[in-house]
Each structure stands twice: as structure tokens, then as C-alpha cells.
């Protein structure tokens, strides 16, 4: 199984961008996938996740303003970020959640 984000980037608060993460391997229809970013000298947060009913999980500082989803015709998942803030910057990883499977991480950076 490989994972493979894109669509980081600089933007301005206030803003949008959105993710995605190509999965390739595997039976992705089945699997529970997250979005999880890392700052420097602070601990991964999950941000989001999606099960394979689509049923969704925020973490409290996205709450309203990100939005995860999939397309298992085209192995998916996307992470829809609006109204960003500076705070939000930090480097955006997509995972299959449970397991060792990682992507190499996309840039979000946002200016004030």
C-alpha cells in the first residue's frame, strides 16, 4: 500500500485548500483513513478521519472549517480546508489509520 498527498501550499488566512491523497494497493474501499499534521516541538494531531461507511471524526480545532470525504472509484481521500489560520500550518499527512502506512506529508502554510 503507498500513499501519496498533494495539493499543499501557501495561502492566506481566511483562505482555502484542499488535499488529496492517492492510495495505491489494496482494497481501499475498506479502509479507515485519516488526516493527521505535525508542527515542529508539538505532538502529530489528528485532524480528520473517514471510516468505510463515511462516517467522519474532527479534531476540535477543525471542527467546521475542514471537511474530509472520499472517491473509492478513484482511491481518494481529500481534506477540504476553509477558513484557515495561521495556526494551521504545519505539515498534512494522510494515513490508513490502524496500520504502518503513511504518506511523505504536504506543506499547508498560512499567512496572517
Known amino acids: 500500500v503507498q500513499l501519496a498527498e498533494s495539493g499543499g501550499g ?3 488566512a481566511g483562505g ?3 488535499l488529496s491523497c492517492v492510495v495505491s494497493g489494496g482494497m481501499f474501499s ?10 515542529p ?4 494531531e489528528l ?3 473517514i471510516r468505510r461507511d463515511r ?5 476540535d480545532s477543525v471542527k467546521g472549517r475542514f471537511a474530509i470525504s ?3 472509484t478513484k482511491r481518494t481521500v481529500y481534506l477540504e ?6 495556526e494551521d500550518t504545519a505539515v498534512y499527512y494522510c494515513t490508513r489509520i490502524g496500520t504502518s502506512y503513511w504518506g511523505q506529508g504536504t506543506q499547508v502554510t498560512v499567512s496572517s
Open 81 to 86: 480546508m476553509n477558513n484557515l489560520v495561521p
Open 47 to 49: 485532524v480528520a478521519s
Open 10 to 12: 501557501l495561502a492566506q
Open 55 to 59: 462516517s467522519t471524526n474532527y479534531g
Open 16 to 18: 482555502s485548500l484542499r
Open 41 to 44: 516541538g508539538k505532538e502529530r
Open 30 to 39: 475498506v479502509y479507515y483513513m485519516g488526516w493527521y499534521r505535525l508542527v
Open 70 to 72: 472520499r472517491d473509492n
